[in-house]
Each structure stands twice: as structure tokens, then as C-alpha cells.
């Protein structure tokens, strides 16, 4: 097999570069003659997909985390290029690598589900701005998800905790915000916390944000957190990584092939961890657009 691996030396805080000499003993050992592309910066890996010839290529691999998968998303869904892609997942959250394998064992696994060649057709999600278009693999959201996902960013060094961290230092200063849906042609306004639109189940790492969710059903699974006080949010907050805080009163959930959002306030959206288009926006499912390689037993 022939590949081209977009390679996020920084990933998992700087981990990552550590790890490459393995992954090239991998490679070999595997069979996989991989040119291997580093990003040198933020977003690197969308000009390095863009400017790529993927015709003499057999498979597109991305190693490093979930920003670095939306990073090569956002440039392979202009490219018209029906090739299959592998993920390495050694960022922080690594949160789309739980929808392609049962459990992250070793890096060993993941490229070994690359050679051993069963694909998955994934739906993707698209995000229409005012200003931008752009496409996301795994979840999408905005409010209180977008301030956890900056003190994420900023305490990446502490792997999943950083997350954790996220949400109790942003709880302190928590508020809610008028809001206005539009789904299934249905308006709903409302006084809300934070939103999350999902493909796939898991975000912030192992957070089971959308339990309901599915790679490949078209569709969104959109859960809206209403007005909630800071005690009750701390206390439900446990349950997201079960997924039963979905069953709070103050919980709901949806889902659709599209949804709308409105506010009359600044709300910035945290796509695949990164920061991104302010509301409003629509966002619509685009379905089993990609291919992945995936465990056996997941498919």
C-alpha cells in the first residue's frame, strides 16, 4: 500500500514527535510505504492536502488528534478523490478514534486496521456561515462547549483533563443566552447554556456527548442544554461520560438532516476542537461521504 500520512508532530502536546520513529517501524513492518508530510503549524495540514497530487496514492492517513483530522477534512472534501483515509490517533482527545476501533490498545492497532482494509462510509457534517463554509467529522457546538474547548486548548499539556478542567473553571463565570432553532420547520426560542451538534458519539475525549449517535444514519444528533445552574451543571456534568445526562430536565435531544441556529450575541462555534464561524449558521449532514479504515468488529 501506498499512502500519503499528513503527520502532526505537535499533537498530544508535543507527544507525537516522539512517537513518529515507531510509526515509521510500523509502517515497514506493515507493509505501508508511507510519504510522510509533517505540518509545521496551525492548519498546515489543509494547505498540505490541497496542494497533494492524491491520484498516485492508494490511502490517505492523518496521525495526530480530532484538530488534526477536521484540518485534512477541510481540504479532501474539495479534492473529488475517492480515497480511503486512516487515522493514527495520537493527539489529545483522539474522540473519532472511538467510532473506528473498540479500544486504543497501541499505536500498533491502528495501522494494522489500515492494512487489514475494511472501510466504513462515514457521514461528515457541513457548517454554512455567513462568512465560511467548513466540514467536521466528529461534533460541532457552541456557548458553554466553545468556552470548555478554549481552556481546553490552553491546558492541552494535561491530556483529557484538560477538558475536565474546562468545564469547572467555566461553570464559575456560567450564563445562558437567548437562542432561536430552527428544525424540522419547527421554531424554538429559548434561554440556553450550550449547544452540541454531533456525528459521531464522543468529544473532549471520552465524554459520550451524543449516545445516539451513528457515523452512518444521516444524521445530526443536536442536544441542547437550557438554562441550568451552576450546582446543577456540576452535578450532571459525571454523567457525560456514560451519557445519561441527556435524561436532565434540562436536557434535550434531537435529531435531523438539518438544523438552524440563531442569538443576538457573539457565539463562536468549536468544531473538532477548534474555534471557528460565529452564529449564525446552518449545519446540515452529508451522508457516507468518506470512507475509513475500521476495526472488523466495528463495522
Excluded at 477536521?70 to 472534501?77: H, K, R
Excluded at 474522540?95 to 492497532?109: Q, T, V
Excluded at 489500515?114 to 466528529?138: E, M, P, R
Aim: hydrophobic share 45%; proline share 4%.
Amino acid at each position: 500500500m501506498k499512502a500519503l500520512c499528513i503527520y502532526n508532530p505537535n499533537a498530544g502536546s508535543g507527544k507525537a514527535l516522539k512517537q513518529l520513529p515507531e510509526i515509521m517501524r510500523l509502517f515497514k513492518k506493515y507493509g505501508i510505504h508511507a510519504d510522510i508530510l509533517l505540518t509545521q503549524y496551525a492548519h498546515h495540514g489543509t494547505k498540505l492536502i490541497k496542494d497533494a497530487d492524491l491520484s498516485s496514492f492508494d490511502a490517505l492517513i492523518v496521525a495526530g488528534g480530532d484538530g488534526s483530522f477536521f484540518d485534512v477534512l477541510n481540504a479532501f472534501m474539495h479534492k473529488n478523490q475517492p480515497l480511503p483515509i486512516g487515522l493514527i490517533p495520537v493527539g489529545t482527545g483522539n474522540s473519532l478514534s472511538k467510532d473506528i476501533a473498540s479500544s486504543a490498545e497501541s499505536m500498533e492497532k491502528f495501522v494494522k486496521i489500515i492494512t487489514d482494509g475494511h472501510l466504513k462510509a462515514f457521514d461528515i457534517g457541513k457548517v454554512s456561515g455567513q462568512n465560511k463554509t467548513f466540514y467536521f467529522a466528529n461534533m460541532t457546538g457552541f456557548g458553554f462547549t466553545t468556552d470548555v474547548t478554549l481552556t481546553g486548548i490552553k491546558y492541552k499539556f494535561l491530556g483529557d483533563f484538560a477538558y475536565t478542567l474546562g468545564v469547572i473553571l467555566n461553570t464559575i463565570k456560567l450564563k445562558s443566552f437567548p437562542l432561536q432553532m430552527h428544525i424540522k420547520g419547527n421554531i424554538y426560542d429559548m434561554q440556553n447554556t450550550f449547544v452540541a451538534v454531533s456525528n459521531s458519539r464522543y468529544a473532549g475525549g471520552k465524554m459520550l456527548v451524543a449516545p445516539k449517535a451513528k457515523v452512518d444514519d444521516g444524521l445530526l444528533d443536536i442536544i441542547v442544554v437550557n438554562k441550568v445552574s451552576r450546582w446543577q451543571l456540576l452535578k450532571t456534568f459525571p454523567k457525560i461520560f456514560d451519557g445519561s445526562y441527556i435524561n436532565s430536565p434540562f436536557v434535550e435531544y434531537y435529531q435531523a438532516s438539518e438544523v438552524s441556529f440563531t442569538t443576538s450575541l457573539q457565539k463562536m462555534l468549536s468544531p473538532d476542537g477548534e474555534i471557528m464561524e460565529a452564529l449564525p449558521v446552518k449545519i446540515s449532514i452529508l451522508p457516507r461521504v468518506i470512507n475509513l479504515f475500521i476495526e472488523e468488529m466495528m463495522l
